[in-house]
């Protein structure tokens, strides 16, 4: 049954004429990294008011020590799984176009997918609040917080959204744009709760497009809106995917 579901996926995929991937927390789970939403998920421990933007401007000396702990200690250790890597193996043989995640952890590009639109901004960037500029999170030292400004001595703040704060415009268009030219949906690991994020399978489907999802659970898409649903570990279902995919 399940190798049946598998084997029409690679079929629609091996046919498509653009595939898009859209990922979420569920990809990154088997790289360690914890899940932020949902009972026992990071944001159940903290007081979601202290990653507002505007509280963390005034009070950044108590925000940066949960910001190391919950994203930088954790991502410092996190290495890419057999499904981020299947992504970039399909990525690479022409087979996807790009990757929409609304994944902050950097993993995608660390397994070796090259268009991956980051919805929600990434850990791998911090900028300064105060002269705008950019900078490589692995060039700040977190060894006293909050780390300032090489610059200009000012406050960085990572470069994801924070609660309350507008997705990029740039990346929304792009990610819009790429899901629009799409007739393919590779749902991983997300079941789409967090909007505007959660319309990109949308947009693929009310195109005439097909949307595959794989999850560990079942979703509010998996019925009635994907057209496969194949259910069971990313790290597992992907590589065999991209396998069969890539064989035919
Ligand atoms: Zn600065």
Redesign the pocket.
């Known amino acids: 049954m399940a190798n049946h579901a598998l084997d029409n996926a690679a079929r629609i995929l091996g046919q498509a004429r653009c595939t898009i991937a859209f990922t979420g927390a569920g990809i990154s789970v088997e790289s360690g990294i914890p899940p932020f939403r949902g009972p026992g998920g990071v944001w159940s421990k903290y007081d979601p008011a202290m990653f507002e933007k505007a509280y963390f401007k005034q009070h950044p000396q108590e925000v940066w020590p949960l910001l190391k702990t919950i994203f930088y200690d954790t991502l410092a250790r996190a290495r890419p799984n057999p499904a981020h890597y299947a992504l970039a193996d399909l990525e690479a043989a022409g087979r996807l176009a790009g990757v929409i995640t609304q994944n902050i952890d950097g993993l995608h590009q660390a397994a070796g997918s090259r268009t991956v639109h980051e919805y929600h901004g990434s850990t791998r960037r911090m900028q300064?609040l105060?002269?705008r500029?950019f900078f490589d999170s692995a060039s700040i030292s977190l060894e006293r917080l909050p780390p300032p400004?090489p610059?200009?001595?000012?406050t960085l703040k990572p470069d994801f959204i924070f609660f309350s704060e507008p997705i990029p415009f740039e990346v929304h268009r792009a990610a819009t744009d790429l899901a629009q030219a799409s007739d393919v949906c590779l749902i991983v690991g997300t079941g789409g709760e967090v909007m505007p994020a959660g319309r990109i399978p949308h947009l693929v489907k009310s195109a005439g497009g097909t949307v595959i999802e794989i999850n560990l659970y079942e979703t509010r898409y998996s019925y009635g809106f994907s057209d496969i649903f194949l259910q069971g570990k990313a790290g597992t279902l992907l590589p065999e995917l991209a396998e069969k995919t890539l064989a035919a």
């Not at 610059?151 to 000012?154: D, E, K, L, T, V």
Request: some cysteine; proline content about 0%.
């Open positions: 300064c105060a002269c500029a400004c610059a200009c001595g000012g």
